[in-house]
């Protein structure tokens, strides 16, 4: 992302993490409205539309 040196999935995994925009803006403070929704929107370029069973837990990532 620009010269930011983080991945569109670490934009990504960020924003999952912190359900709080104002603390992910406190972290890092260099990541702008911009740079978040271009991240979602190349994203969602790779992605197709089909319907995906989720299990009932979800694991995070690290």
Request: hydrophobic share 40%.
């Amino acid at each position: 992302m620009r010269n930011l040196r983080l991945t569109v999935r670490r934009v990504i995994e960020l924003l999952a993490t912190y359900s709080n925009r104002e603390e992910l803006r406190q972290e890092f403070p260099e990541l702008e409205d911009e740079d978040i929704q271009q991240a979602l929107i190349f994203a969602s370029s790779y992605l197709s539309d089909r319907i995906i069973e989720l299990p009932n837990h979800y694991e995070t990532v690290a």
